[in-house]
């Protein structure tokens, strides 16, 4: 074994190998321990990952909450006829959403034993699969939130350049600047009718662009802490802390937090 009275920088190689090492070794173990839990208990996690299938698809949880925004919200009331739209068409993107996952529902079993299968080779293999696998299941949902990202974006866009209209103002595309203009009567009746119409469109494009932004932030949130599970399992200091536990001064340089 490698003493540690030799200097600093071969102390710090030999803990940090040591340390890979280790955690190497237990993400193998946690792995494989994960595979017999998994499959002394198959049927009913079977069960959870078709329940969880279903859940992720959207199938009522998005459903019943875009009934709820085609509505008057918490009291709050949208334009009807574009509400009415907006809700429709992805109430029917949902349904072409759903369908697809029915009819690949005979495979949800072969993707569960892949999945449980992959963590012979470390638990952060399975769990950056299940990473994967959650961000295919919820492909519609980030979908949902470009479209609706798009059309808030175009909306402000039209709405400022609308409003630089009544200041007199228009953006110079080639100089990159906002200049001085003269606009005729016609011009401003016509961007006053356009910016009164997109005035009361706005408040129904940014109930379903916060809807579905935290959505999709639910869904990053619940990747970031399967990351951030991978990235313990790979980096932890579990050595270092154990060195440091018995005897401080075999550290290099010690450790700060």
């Known amino acids: 074994m490698a003493r540690f009275d030799r200097s600093a920088v071969s102390r710090a190689h030999y803990i940090h190998a040591v340390n890979q090492a280790w955690l190497l070794i237990n993400d193998l173990v946690f792995g494989v321990m994960a595979l017999f839990l998994v499959r002394n208990h198959a049927e009913r996690a079977i069960q959870v990952v078709h329940r969880s299938s279903l859940l992720l698809t959207g199938g009522d949880i998005l459903s019943s909450h875009l009934m709820w925004l085609m509505g008057w919200p918490s009291g709050f009331k949208l334009n009807a006829n574009f509400d009415a739209f907006l809700g429709a068409n992805f109430l029917a993107g949902i349904q072409a959403w759903r369908a697809l996952t ?3 529902s005979p495979a949800n079993v072969y993707f569960f034993y892949a999945v449980v299968t992959s963590s012979v080779f470390g638990l952060s293999m399975m769990l950056a699969v299940l990473s994967d696998l959650l961000s295919v ?3 519609h949902v980030y ?3 470009r479209v609706a990202a798009g059309l808030y974006k175009s909306l402000a866009d039209v709405m400022s350049s609308l409003w630089k209209l009544f200041r007199g103002k228009k953006y110079n595309v080639l100089r990159k600047r906002i200049d001085s203009c003269n606009y005729n009567l016609d011009q401003l009746l016509l961007g006053t009718i356009l910016f009164t119409i997109l005035f009361f469109l706005a408040p129904t494009t940014i109930v379903y662009y916060a809807f579905f932004t935290l959505a999709r932030l639910a ?3 619940a990747q970031l802490g399967l990351l951030l ?3 313990l399992l790979h980096h932890f200091p579990l ?3 154990t060195v440091y536990a018995r005897d401080s001064a075999r550290l290099p340089g010690g450790i700060r937090f």
């Open 102 to 104: 029915d009819w690949l």
């Open 137 to 139: 299941i919820t492909l």
């Open 143 to 145: 979908v949902f939130y």
């Open 219 to 221: 869904i990053v949130t």
């Open 229 to 231: 599970t991978i990235s």
């Open 239 to 241: 050595f270092g802390l």
